[in-house]
């Protein structure tokens, strides 16, 4: 049984229109600049970006919970690439986390398991890289 499910729809592919069925979300799609398209507009890898480093800070934080830890704040800073991939194309990901309260090898523990329990973590493993750096304060 789902826990939560979200609906959106799109017309346009990268040069169109998205939102979600209760309307919270709506948002022009454009091809960026450096892929040849007049940019001006969100497009597909940013969004994944967005939503990939809010769940991953809500899984750093949901850990640390779970395991008593002393996390005072935590920030996601994330990179999504658009990389070639033979006749198609393939995503890159690398999140820089950036913990405060913990030590180094504290944060990087945090972190790991952070990466086991993250709903996008679990769905991109195996199929896209995901570089992790940790920097504790």
Same mark, same amino acid.
């Given at each position: 049984m789902?826990?939560?499910?979200?609906?959106?729809?799109?017309?346009?592919?990268?040069?169109?229109?998205? %939102?979600?069925?209760?309307?919270l979300?709506? =948002?022009? +799609?454009?091809?960026?600049? &450096?892929?040849?398209?007049? *940019?001006? @507009?969100?497009?597909?890898?940013?969004?994944?970006?967005?939503?990939?480093?809010?769940?991953?800070?809500?899984?750093?934080?949901?850990?640390a919970?779970?395991?008593?830890?002393?996390? %005072?704040?935590?920030?996601?800073?994330?990179? =999504?690439? +658009?990389?070639?991939?033979? &006749?198609?194309?393939?995503? *890159?990901? @690398?999140?820089?986390?950036?913990?405060?309260?913990?030590?180094?090898?504290?944060a990087?523990?945090?972190?790991?398991?952070?990466?086991?329990?993250?709903?996008?973590?679990?769905?991109?493993?195996?199929?896209?890289?995901?570089?992790?750096?940790?920097?504790?304060?």
């Amino acid at each position: 049984m789902a826990l939560y499910t979200a609906q959106a729809h799109v017309t346009g592919g990268r040069a169109g229109h998205g %939102e979600t069925s209760d309307g919270l979300l709506r =948002v022009d +799609l454009a091809m960026p600049k &450096e892929l040849g398209g007049p *940019g001006g @507009a969100t497009n597909p890898e940013q969004l994944f970006a967005v939503g990939y480093a809010a769940c991953f800070e809500s899984a750093v934080r949901f850990v640390a919970r779970k395991q008593k830890l002393p996390l %005072e704040d935590a920030a996601i800073s994330s990179t =999504v690439s +658009l990389l070639p991939n033979g &006749e198609g194309f393939k995503l *890159g990901v @690398a999140l820089a986390v950036e913990t405060k309260g913990l030590d180094q090898a504290a944060a990087e523990a945090l972190v790991s398991a952070a990466h086991h329990v993250c709903p996008y973590s679990n769905a991109v493993k195996g199929n896209i890289e995901v570089a992790l750096s940790v920097k504790a304060a």
